[in-house]
């Protein structure tokens, strides 16, 4: 079975960084995407980032060069290097995998919140 976790997530000021973390647990068979999804209130769920294999990356208009996607070298844990924070980046964060070519088989973690404010 496998299990994400996010953390790294909190109450930053504008103009601010934070780094989300998302962990597995658990076996992955085969070649997955990485993603970051954000949910601010009342919206629909986005996607931000995307790590595609190592130098595929995508990013959302609204958050390019801003944020950073990026892998671990050990493990399979992936992280969304956040700078410049706009209030506009409060939402909640969820990452996710989603296998290369059966796009059904994916995971969830439970999501992260970020609340950029002074």
């Known amino acids: 079975q496998v299990h994400l976790v996010e953390s790294g997530g909190g109450l930053v000021q504008p103009g601010g960084s934070a780094r989300l973390s998302c962990e597995i647990t658990?076996?992955?068979?085969?070649?997955?995407?990485k993603n970051w999804y954000r949910q601010a209130p009342g919206k629909e769920r986005d996607l931000v980032a995307t790590?595609?294999?190592?130098?595929?990356?995508y990013y959302a208009d609204s958050v390019k060069g801003r944020f950073t996607i990026s892998g671990s070298d050990v493990d399979e844990t992936f992280y969304l290097q956040m700078d410049s924070l706009k209030t506009e980046d409060t939402a909640d964060y969820y990452c996710?995998?989603?296998?290369?070519?059966?796009?059904?088989?994916?995971?969830w973690g439970n999501g992260t919140q970020v609340v950029v404010s002074t």
């Open positions: 658990g076996d992955l068979y085969g070649s997955y995407f």
């Open positions: 996710n995998v989603r296998h290369s070519i059966d796009h059904e088989n994916d995971y």
């Open positions: 790590l595609a294999g190592v130098g595929h990356f």
